[in-house]
């Protein structure tokens, strides 16, 4: 029997109101209100509430699945009743086997390791569009989702389908309200008219809007400005490749295809099929009782099924038998057809059975070949059916793969049928639901099976996570007078020494060679001393590929040490990109550049250090000067440290006393930096206070007494801890701008670091205008570090404000010991100067990556006033005379 | 300054007869009134039907309600109801 104009056409619905007379929105506002205070009450309900009204309300869709498929069938004149029954019976049974287990109240997921918890808060009220095809098990299944997510439901359902759909929801209502559900919990439009769906969707009281239905329906809904589950018509392709198990794909096929007279926007709708196969897959159809349809006759189902004006399947066919859409349009078929199938030879308008095709009618095309199939399914996909479903038969992984990756479908069914396949839990293990969503290429939000976690609002508690920190450094450091000779302890075929010319002639060189054994081939490389060019680097590289080096020594400075840190990664890993690998990153573990492990040469790095201050010896860190790009490169990776350093103080009795202070407070502010950085751990504090204490007491000593060979050994030493600190807590904004200031006006780092490091320590210990994320700290915590530091040196002092002010004056009275310049000024630079660089200086400072572990993130103002301030100079240094640090 | 004219503790297992005995006693009341809900460990839809007609009757006897002994669960469905503003609250 043909139902005329059973399914509405496909227009928009308009969200006019204008239509409702004030009784009307009196009796919607009513429904809402119930629902609402059913849906606050409901969100006292425990899990355990919940699933006591769940269980029965499953029952009684079970026990009443044939009572409501005959109401159905009944009123709606579409589908199969048997199949309605088991749409009803899967709705309710299939749904429950999924949610029951499921926490939907309180705490629903735990992720331990991530400090993560997942809580359910309910929506509220949902208005809920029930479809003329489905209507009554899309009701169930909505009301057990909604009872399971403490929800209150409004229904309305399809005109032609209001009776059913109404005593599916009575049933639903009634055994949940027995079973303690809220009352109100669902609710029923009278009758419904597009007015008031539209007054419903605007509603301020409604969370939220499901619809299953036409696209009129589910635009109006996306249009309302209220979130919604908008799930609407589909085109199924389904390609039939030839390695497929033929005879369950075309039961299969018909199975789904025919399922309630093909009702399920899942179904089939266009088959394409290999040449090689498709003789026999049309003859396996016909055998079981398929049409397969002339020329002529798949003219006339095109003239009389699909409307000419829009394109779609015309709506007196959805839901109908094959035999009656035969009579109806004179189609001569025998009476036991099931199916009727149509050939076309492309999709698109101008084959205008290539739509989707809610009653047994199947199209199908023949490819010639892989290629050719896929392209079809694809213009199938993008004639209705973006987003929806897709199903392939084949036994060829490779070409399923493809499908999956060229179509797009939330659903991608693999031998099984598209329908029942779709609806998850028959056939696969797809989450079961009546609603599918379509993604963006359905107009749709969701490409997920809507269960109930879409009818939840899902909050995560986000535990404070302690990330891992660490404290890395190379596992051999020997220390004290004549720790070189520990050389003698490293095999070594070919060694490359890297040195300076200074170095070489004052015989350092010599001292080295005498402790590598005499077995070794030695070969002496003597670069510049000054921060490394890329040019230096590659011959350094080139020396080593000749030699076929498998061990470096460093002799020297930083600069030196620098050097051979990146010779070693050039000539490990020559493929290295060091502009790449100098990228910016604000975190160690989550930066984007990975430096490489892959390795086709291997050499030991031994580090000496020869000043007491850059502690390169132990960094991870190398400077690099690109003169030809006009910038230095700052390289920085755990890889990069050395293996072995060698901290030997008699390489540093001949420093000058310019050198001594220099790098004497380069060490002192590695070590204050570190000590109050946003990155500082208990194993970098140990460090960096016994740094601090020594650099305290020995530095004056072996400034003005160079040859004091424990002065000197506890700076060498000082140096190389503190480069342990701040090697895994970084430094700060000191650093920043001695960086910028010294790089602008050709000004010693130690020397830049020694004029702003009083005004930063006080900057620092201030109360941040401006507050640094810090994971790794429990508060602000810089100001009494800086107060736990002038107690370790005996400064004295009462209140935290105190033992800061004796710190700054502390570290002011020994800038002036090691005569330091009191001011920027007293360099020479002119105010007028100076003020012109200001504005580089700034940027340059900010854009430095040392402060990003200072623990008060700096303003661009505030830039400039400690600029300022290291220009003006520091106050008298007599009034510091009678602090004197008593920490021995 | 207002007078307490007042004070009813609302029993559980009958409140809504309790509120409206409370309701009755609005007629000569005067200022204030306080509703201990202190029992209520849940609320269903009656209890708030009882709860929004003593709130309507409080507006039109110009008498402020203050309702003490709230638990959180019950306070979270007075603001999902949008009830909560009606009131004044007191620990």
């Known amino acids: 029997m043909i139902v005329k104009e059973a399914v509405p056409e496909r227009v928009q619905t308009p969200l006019a109101t204008s239509g409702l007379g004030a009784e009307r929105i009196a009796y919607l506002d009513n429904l809402v209100s119930q629902a609402r205070t059913a849906a606050a009450v409901f969100s006292q309900f425990t899990q355990a509430d919940v699933d006591r009204i769940v269980r029965p309300m499953v029952l009684a869709g079970l026990e009443q699945a044939q009572y409501l498929a005959r109401l159905a069938v009944e009123e709606t004149k579409l589908g199969v009743m048997e199949d309605k029954v088991i ?5 309710t049974e299939f749904a429950y086997n999924y949610v029951k287990d499921k926490c939907t109240v309180g705490v629903v997921r735990e992720f331990p390791d991530r400090n993560l918890v997942e809580m359910a808060e309910p929506i509220g009220v ?21 009872i399971k997510t403490r929800n209150a439901v409004i229904f309305s359902s399809h005109p032609k389908a209001w009776r059913c759909c109404s005593e599916a929801v009575r049933i639903m209502y009634e055994t949940a309200l027995k079973h303690g559900a809220p009352a109100g919990v669902f609710t029923c439009l009278d009758a419904h008219t597009l007015e008031d769906n539209a007054y419903l969707m605007r509603h301020k009281d409604v969370g939220l809007i499901d619809v299953t239905g036409g696209p009129g329906a589910v635009k109006a809904a996306y249009s309302s400005g209220k979130p919604a589950l908008g799930v609407g018509p589909g085109n199924t392709p389904v390609y039939l490749e030839k390695t497929a198990d033929l005879n369950t794909a075309v039961v299969d096929i018909i199975v789904s295809k025919t ?70 349009i004179g189609l001569s078929v025998k009476p036991d057809t099931k199916l009727l199938i149509a050939p076309i030879l492309g999709v698109g308008r101008a084959h205008p059975l290539s739509v989707e095709k809610l009653f047994p009618v199947l199209s199908v095309y023949r490819a010639k070949s892989v290629d050719e199939a896929l392209k079809v399914c694809i ?61 963006t290429g359905g107009g749709n939000s969701t490409t997920d099976n809507i269960n109930i976690f879409h009818y939840l609002n899902i909050k995560r508690l986000a535990r ?118 100098a990228a910016p990153f604000l975190d160690l573990r989550k930066r984007v550049v ?46 990069l440290s050395p293996d072995v350093a060698i901290v030997d103080p008699q390489f540093v009795m001949s420093m000058p006393k310019a050198l001594t202070a220099d790098t004497g407070i380069d060490c002192l502010t590695h070590a204050l930096e570190a000590g109050v950085s946003s990155y500082a751990s208990p194993f970098t504090d140990s460090n960096a206070m016994q740094a601090i204490r020594l650099v305290f007491k020995y530095l004056p000593i072996a400034f003005e007494h160079p040859h004091d060979v424990e002065a000197r050994s506890m700076m060498h030493n000082a140096a190389c801890i503190a480069a342990m600190a701040f090697a895994n807590a970084s430094v700060g904004i000191n ?101 012109r660089a200001i504005p580089d200086l700034t940027k340059l400072a900010f854009d430095d990556p040392s402060w990003r572990s200072n623990p008060r993130m700096p303003l661009l103002s505030e830039l400039i006033e400690l600029f300022w301030m290291a220009y003006q100079g520091r106050g008298v240094p007599q009034e510091a005379r009678g602090l004197q640090p008593q920490a021995g | 300054m207002a007078t307490i004219a007042a004070w009813v503790k609302i029993d559980e297992a009958c409140a809504v007869e309790g509120l409206q005995e409370a309701g009755e006693k609005l007629d000569g009341a005067e200022g204030e009134v306080m509703l201990d ?31 003490r002994g709230v638990s959180v669960d019950v306070y979270k469905v007075l603001k999902l109801v949008k009830l909560a503003s009606r009131f004044s609250f007191a620990t």
């Open chain 1, 259 to 328: 399922f309630d007279n093909g009702t399920i926007c899942a179904s089939e709708q266009t088959v394409v099929i290999d040449n090689e196969i498709y003789d026999v897959v049309l003859k396996k159809f016909a055998d079981l009782n398929a049409h397969i349809c002339t020329e002529p006759e798949t003219q006339l189902l095109e003239r009389t099924l699909i409307d000419p004006r829009t394109g779609f399947a015309q709506p007196m066919a959805v839901g109908q038998r094959a035999t009656d859409i035969a009579r109806f």
């Open chain 1, 464 to 581: 404070r996570t302690q990330a891992h920190m660490w404290f890395r450094v190379p596992n051999q450091i020997y220390f004290n007078l004549n720790a070189v000779e520990n050389v003698r302890h490293f095999p070594s075929r070919s060694t490359l020494l890297v040195t300076n010319p200074a170095l070489e002639q004052i015989g350092h060189v010599d001292i080295v060679r005498r402790s590598i054994p005499p077995q070794t081939h030695v070969h002496v490389l003597v670069i510049p001393d000054a921060e490394p060019e890329v040019n230096v680097v590659m011959q350094g590289v080139e020396a080593l590929n000749f030699y076929q080096a498998d061990q470096i020594i460093a002799l020297g400075g930083g600069s030196v040490i620098d050097a051979a840190k990146i010779m070693k990664l050039k000539y490990e890993s020559p493929a290295a990109d060091l502009q790449e690998l």
């Open chain 1, 379 to 439: 213009d199938v996909n993008h004639a209705g059916g973006l987003g929806h479903t897709a199903v392939i038969f084949s036994r060829n992984d490779e070409v399923i793969r493809r499908f999956g990756e060229v179509i797009n479908a939330g659903r991608i069914i693999v031998n099984s049928p598209g329908s029942i396949g779709a609806l998850g839990g028959v056939y696969n293990d797809l989450v079961p639901t009546f609603s599918f969503g379509c993604g």
């Open chain 1, 87 to 91: 749409k009803n019976m899967v709705a």
């Open chain 2, 37 to 67: 809900l202190s029992s209520l460990r849940r609320i269903d839809p009656g209890v708030l039907q009882a709860l929004e007609a003593f709130a309507n009757k409080a507006d039109e006897k110009a008498v402020r309600v203050v309702l």
């Open chain 1, 735 to 835: 650093h920043a701008l001695a960086h910028a200031f010294g790089a602008r006006f050709g000004v010693a780092h130690g020397r830049a670091n020694a004029l702003m490091l009083p005004y930063v320590i006080a900057y620092n210990a201030a109360v941040p205008t401006k507050f640094m994320p810090s994971p790794y700290q429990q508060g602000y915590v810089a100001h009494k570090k800086y107060a736990t530091i002038a107690d370790l040196l005996g400064l004295g002092g009462q209140s935290i404000e105190e033992k800061v002010k004796n710190l700054v004056t502390a570290v002011e009275r020994l800038l002036h010991q090691l005569e330091f310049p009191r001011s920027i000024a007293e360099l020479g630079i002119t105010r007028e100067e100076f003020e």
């Open chain 1, 594 to 639: 990975q430096y490489p492990t892959e390795k086709t040469n291997q050499a030991r790095l031994i580090a000496i250090s020869t000043t007491s201050g850059t502690g390169s010896e132990v960094t991870p860190f190398a400077v690099l000067t690109d003169k030809g790009g006009g910038r230095k490169v700052t390289l920085a990776d755990y890889s």
């Open chain 1, 126 to 146: 949902i208005f809920s569009l029930t479809p003329i095809t489905n209507p009554t098990s899309t009701v169930l299944f909505k009301c057990i989702m909604a």
